[in-house]
């Protein structure tokens, strides 16, 4: 990615000259932006491509009153572009649809003109396009784990460690932009990549990293140098995703595979939002425990338990100024992070791994409720995949017991009187008697996990 491309879609030449002055110059870790010109509705389904935009920002009204509404569905639905983020601009409030803020237009920003000032606009546009580069980068460990393991059992183990290399250096390269990286392979202390024959180049990268897994009855060693410094979750990532070729190696899906990396991937999610990774921990074991109570075999169990992680995956594509505001969010805010089940669902849905297929429907359905009054479909009782409802009453529990940005954590009791007062309302009321049940194994977990 050498720029970001921002689209501005917008019938006055004076809004354009005066976005492009204010934006031209923002960068996110040292990668500009590129700045494309569109002058209605009409204008911008001929020069919009798939792929092309990081940030789309579109006036409401232009040849028509819902000109800018059109764009988006023509961006979301008719192109099927989940990726690109887009703020919607109005100078007349007044005329935003009614149903803007319950209805499914998947808006990532609402700016209003007659409050925009260079500062809000700065920081809007740097938000989405750091929430653009973060989805682009989760999208690619997913696609890179998909492609790894689906093919495992196609290769032999060389091939398939040297595949692993260039997919995680694809990774790295989108998450950390301008990163060089080389690598080196061994297998029991023979060098198979790169080949000895292609001399290797000498560089100024100073920073080393090895990593060791028992691959089939092989020592694997992987030797990483690169330009930048990884951090924690850089190496978990890498090291659950060796450990899991361990298994993969034999196995097609993830089924028999331990839920290291999908805790990894999800904890590069809750550290945008500012959540300690027990987070995912907590929610995972107890959607394992009502999945058991509630009747689930041990192997769908725990398939539900690993792919419990992901259900916050779709934050990744929420801008950190309301992902992690201190405060209750605005209804137009609350809006914008509801979007997060939908960008979920998205990123995870085209895989072919049972945890990922699952955890996409998990991520879409999480906050849907029983009596129907959730979203972002609003449906009702058994429209809800049991796995979702599960999901659910874990997230929300382990929410409430543990401080948050927005509040401290509430008292156990009080927590538990909710989850009481919430029965045939927000939750399935099966499951809150199987919560009842199993409070104690609930709360004796809090305390090993804490």
Known sequence: MDKFKVLIVDDSKTIHYEIENTIKNITVENIPIEIYHSYSYSDSTKIYNPGKYALVLTDLVMEEDNSGIKVINY???????????????????????????????????????????DFSLKLTVLSLLRAYKDMI????????????????????????????????????????????????IYVDKQQIFPPKSVKHIRTSLSLKYTFEEEISGKNVKLILESSKQLNDIDKDYIRALLSNLKQSYFYSTLSSVENELVYRL??????????????????????????????????????????????????????????????????????????????????????????????????????????????????????????????????VFEALTHDRCYRPAWPVEKAIEYMRDMKGKQFDPNLIEIFDRKLPDILDLFETLK
């Not at 989940?82 to 803020?101: G, H």
């Not at 904890?267 to 394992?288: A, D, F, P």
């Not at 539900?304 to 259900?311: D, E, F, R, V």
């Not at 992690?324 to 669902?345: C, Q, R, V, Y």
């Open 137 to 184: 980068a989760f999208e690619k460990a997913i696609k890179s784990i998909d492609h790894v393991i689906q093919n495992s059992n196609r290769m032999d183990l060389e091939e398939l460690l040297i595949e692993t290399f260039f997919q995680l250096r694809s990774f790295l390269s989108l998450k950390m932009p301008n990163i060089e990286i080389q690598g080196k």
């Open 75 to 117: 961006i979301r639905n008719e192109l099927s572009d989940e990726i690109t983020r887009v703020a919607l601009m109005t100078a007349n409030p007044e005329k935003v649809p009614q149903d803007i803020l319950i209805k499914d237009y998947q808006i990532n920003a609402y700016i209003e003109k007659k409050t925009m000032n």
């Open 266 to 395: 999800a904890n590069l999610i809750e550290t945008r939002s500012e959540e300690t990774g027990k987070h995912v921990e907590r929610v995972s074991e107890i959607s394992y425990i009502l999945a058991c109570e509630y009747g689930f075999a041990e192997k769908e169990a725990q398939l539900i338990k690993n792919a419990s992680g992901l259900h916050d995956v779709g934050k990744v594509g929420i801008p950190d100024h309301i992902l992690n505001k201190p405060a209750k969010l605005t209804d137009e805010e609350f809006s914008i992070m509801k979007e997060h089940t939908l960008i979920g669902f998205e990123l995870l849905r085209n895989s072919h791994l049972k945890v990922f297929e699952l955890g996409a429907v998990i991520s879409l359905q999480h906050h849907e409720r029983w009596d129907g009054n959730g979203y972002p479909y609003g449906l009702t009782k058994e429209e809800i995949t049991p796995e979702a409802r599960i999901v659910q009453v874990a997230d």
